[in-house]
């Protein structure tokens, strides 16, 4: 099979650099419905076939089967791709009658127990460079920190470890070279910019807000972004399936008024002969903080789905239209000028 020629960015001022499209593997552990292995192994081998060179996984993505299925599959290429995965959840061995399996169908026989100390990020880093196998890992990125996990009052001793020794352990691991950038990957752009106190950090793995339906964190974030030399991967860029046809936004039945949102950008789709899927899937790349855009197929089959609608050539009309009917807000850069 022909590797496609992609775009590469280079994140931050590491000497890493992506594709612009990279897979991620949080469905391939089986989240609200069951992936079989065979089937997610198929796919994340279908990705590196077909060129792409960004790999993200997780401890918590089916509480440690993600990581083992990557593996499987990394540990038989020579050529192997850029490769994240993230602290701020040690798991520990747990019998199945008291198992908390969240939305994983089959997840392994773990619980998971936050921990975003000094220590506690040294162990999560080597208990997955168990898991997958591997001698090493690329980027590792902070873990759904922040109130929307944790609530306000659970959150305010979690972020006291990261900032007591959780950044200090990242930083040791990056600048004695074991590891190449972090940053972290949550939700809420608002723990982003509470993490630029804490010092500086490379990329950030942020999930449905900055999409075609959303830009909520334009500014100050992504605009921080740009002037600290710190790089965006949009997780999410579906919105949790709301823009390829689904009802689901932020993990839950979308409100009328999104529904409405979504609407209004598609017939503005149609009328350039655009399937709403390829614009989705293309908008965050128009910013120029973004280095990846991160979908997460569940299958070879939905990969190559995502691939066609990648190579949609979207006019950037497209965006000026969006622009004028006030379905961007105000200051999204977009090819060809500003809204």
Not at 21 to 39: D, N, R
Not at 84 to 92: A, M, Q
Not at 252 to 263: M, T, Y
């Amino acid at each position: 099979m022909t590797a496609r020629i992609f775009e590469k960015r280079r994140i931050a001022q590491t000497e890493l650099a992506v594709t612009t499209l990279g897979l991620g593997c949080a469905s391939l552990a089986g989240i609200f419905s069951a992936v079989p292995a065979a089937q997610a192994r198929a796919t994340v081998a279908h990705a590196l076939d077909r060129g792409l060179t960004y790999v993200d996984t997780a401890p918590q993505y089916g509480l440690g089967r993600s990581e083992h299925l990557v593996g499987d599959v990394l540990r038989e290429r020579a050529a192997r791709p850029v490769l994240s995965s993230k602290v701020g959840r040690l798991l520990r061995p747990v019998a199945p009658e008291r198992q908390d399996k969240g939305a994983w169908v089959d997840p392994l026989p773990f619980e998971q127990q936050y921990d975003y100390s000094y220590d506690g990020v040294m162990r999560s880093f080597e208990d997955s460079l168990q898991r997958l196998g591997l001698e090493k890992l690329d980027i590792l990125y902070v873990h759904d920190i922040g109130t929307a996990t944790h609530g306000e009052a659970g959150n305010q001793p979690l972020w006291k470890q990261l900032e007591s020794g959780g950044y200090r352990a990242l930083r040791e691991l990056r600048d004695g070279g074991v590891i190449k950038a972090i940053g972290l990957g949550v939700n809420e752009w608002q723990v982003l910019m509470d993490a630029f106190a804490l010092g500086d950090w490379d990329v950030f793995l942020l999930a449905g807000r900055y999409t075609l339906l959303e830009q909520t964190s334009l500014a100050p974030f992504m605009t921080t972004c740009i002037e600290r030399k710190a790089s965006v991967v949009i997780g999410g860029p579906f919105n949790s399936g709301i823009l390829v046809g689904g009802d689901k936004f932020d993990y839950a039945k979308a409100p009328d008024e999104i529904i409405a949102k979504v609407r209004a950008i598609a017939a503005i789709c149609q009328d350039f002969n655009v399937p709403l899927p390829a614009a989705a899937l293309q908008f965050p790349l128009t910013h120029p903080a973004v280095c990846n855009v991160l979908p997460g197929p569940r299958s070879p089959q939905e990969l190559d789905g995502i691939l066609d609608w990648w190579d949609v050539k979207i006019p950037p009309q497209l965006w000026t239209a969006l622009a004028e009917k006030g379905l961007l807000a105000e200051g999204t850069p977009i090819p060809g000028g500003a809204s």
